[in-house]
């Protein structure tokens, strides 16, 4: 069952031809074959996107509008937003994005998430005030300047744990859909660009942008946790060989405040 992108049958061969995006034709006055190059068939990519927004659907249970671009993935709870380069080497990866977008309004809690900030303990809030702006003498200033700096840190944090929580739940529970799943792991997780950044000198200096480099990439198998003070910790912290312990959004924030403050400890914040 060979595929020539990946060595074996797709996924999503099993419900569209190999040459999903093209078709032969024929110079109507000669007879001679025109050799095809590689278009959208539009009547098929519309089928193709019905079809993406009906795996959508199965996995939530839900009529789920499912709308397309260019630039990123995300839900906002109502509805899913696929970034698909319509190519037939991405369509398992394609599908695994909208059963991981959907498994989020499945499974994950939207009004947490809307009010994460208010969630955060006046305990961390107070130490993180202290540690990197207590030099700000204005009350309304400072607590702006902790909230800029911790919000969309821990954001960033519980979005990677919470995404393998979910995707640990359907990978499990829903075994026909693991085709998808190490497609979409394989295009983003696993590419040589990442491998090479993991192994080189590079995300290795003690500040955020190294951290949530060597984060989201912790289940990758080049990860070095001596590359930076607290990964060990985080590796065991975050403890992804038990990733299903965590059943709800909110357990994987409490994970991710103690993620974000050992990330922290080694922080120093320069003008």
Avoid: Q
């Avoid at 009004?111 to 702006?133: G, M, N, Q, W």
């Amino acid at each position: 069952m060979f595929d020539k992108f990946r060595g074996y049958k797709s996924g999503s061969s099993f419900w569209m031809d190999d040459n999903y995006f093209t078709r032969d034709e024929f110079d109507p006055l000669t007879g001679e074959e025109i050799i095809p190059e590689k278009r959208v068939d539009f009547i098929k990519l519309a089928a193709y996107r019905r079809t993406m927004a009906n795996f959508v659907n199965i996995v939530t249970g839900e009529n789920i509008p499912v709308k397309f671009n260019s630039n990123d993935s995300y839900t906002d709870g109502k509805t899913v937003t696929i970034a698909a380069k319509i190519e037939d080497k991405y369509n398992d990866s394609n599908v695994g994005l909208a059963l991981h977008e959907g498994s989020h309004i499945k499974l994950s809690d939207f009004d947490l998430l809307k009010e994460l900030y208010s969630t955060i303990t006046s305990r961390i809030k107070e130490r993180i005030a202290k540690k990197h702006f207590s030099h700000i003498d204005d009350e309304w200033t400072r607590d702006n300047e902790v909230k800029e700096y911790i919000h969309p840190r821990i954001k960033n944090i519980l979005n990677y744990i919470e995404d393998r929580r979910i995707d640990f739940f359907i990978f499990t529970n829903s075994p026909g859909y693991r085709d998808y799943y190490k497609a979409m792991y394989t295009r983003y997780f696993y590419s040589r660009a990442i491998d090479k950044g993991l192994k080189s000198n590079e995300y290795r200096d003690e500040t955020w942008e190294s951290y949530e480099f060597r984060l989201i990439n912790l289940h990758n198998k080049n990860t070095d946790l001596k590359a930076l003070n607290s990964l060990t910790d985080i590796y065991k912290c975050i403890d992804l060989k038990n990733i299903s312990r965590l059943e709800s959004t909110e357990d994987a924030l409490t994970v991710a405040l103690k993620v974000f403050m050992l990330i922290d400890k080694n922080i120093t914040l320069t003008d």
